[in-house]
Antibody, heavy 121, light 112 residues
């Protein structure tokens, strides 16, 4: 069965960076992409961006351009999302979701369990 | 980007009664291939989002048949025929037709 297992909770100070991992199993990782979505406390879902595990192409939401880097390691079927220059309003649960391998139509058919990132001095 | 507007934002429902959530898009969601990539997600308290419905009306595996989706063009609806206690949570619509994909604001379903 398809599973996306994310890394554990993180506590970071303002200005630091965080790197969240998302390990996939149960499907051919390189045939899909991964989208990262975050959810601030009590808020809705916010798309951060997408990466293709097929060819490494990325598409970042404008809000995060310059501050986020998404990568994949096909040898371990793992996707990574690094967010830099953290601020208190980056405190949120970060989710990975399986997506399409090329920019076409989005699917989000399977989701990770989420990683809580807390930014606090 | 395409804007999805959900209503209502809060939905108190009596157990066993039907419930309906509307999702209106700022653009038509018909893809050039003829499909409409409008999905619905359920997020129970403390859980990750789970996709319930894709391409307007197709239910994902394991989703009870009391959930149904309908709509066309710019107006879409998620219906629950008889609400059960496990249906409590927030429901989001999402369009995947136009890049980038976008979500509605969410509708919180609670039991009266």
């Amino acid at each position: 069965q398809v599973q996306l297992v994310q890394s554990g909770a993180e506590v970071k100070k303002p200005g630091a960076s965080v790197k969240v991992s998302c390990k996939a199993s149960g499907y051919a990782f390189a045939n899909y992409g991964v989208t990262w979505v975050r959810q601030a406390p009590g808020q809705g879902l916010e798309r951060m961006g997408w990466i293709s595990a097929y060819n490494g192409n990325t598409d970042y939401a404008q809000k995060f351009q310059g501050r986020v880097t998404m990568t994949t390691d096909t040898s371990t079927s793992t996707a990574y999302m690094e967010l830099r220059s953290l601020r208190s309003d980056d405190t949120a649960i970060y989710y990975c979701a399986r997506d399409v391998p090329v920019i076409a139509v989005a699917i989000f058919d399977y989701w990770g369990q989420g990683t809580l990132v807390t930014v606090s001095s | 980007d395409v804007v999805l507007t959900q209503s209502p934002l809060s939905l108190p429902v009596t157990l066993g009664q039907p419930a309906s959530v509307s999702c209106r898009s700022s653009e038509r969601l018909v893809h050039s291939n003829g499909n409409i990539y409008l999905s619905w997600f359920q997020q129970r308290p403390g859980q990750s989002p789970r996709r319930l419905i894709y391409t307007v009306s197709d239910r994902d595996t394991g989703v009870p048949d009391r959930f149904s989706g309908s709509g066309s063009g710019t107006d879409f609806t998620l219906k629950i025929s008889r609400v059960e206690a496990e249906d409590v949570g927030v429901y989001y619509c999402m369009q995947g037709t136009h890049w980038p994909p976008t979500f509605g604001q969410g509708t919180k379903l609670e039991i009266k």
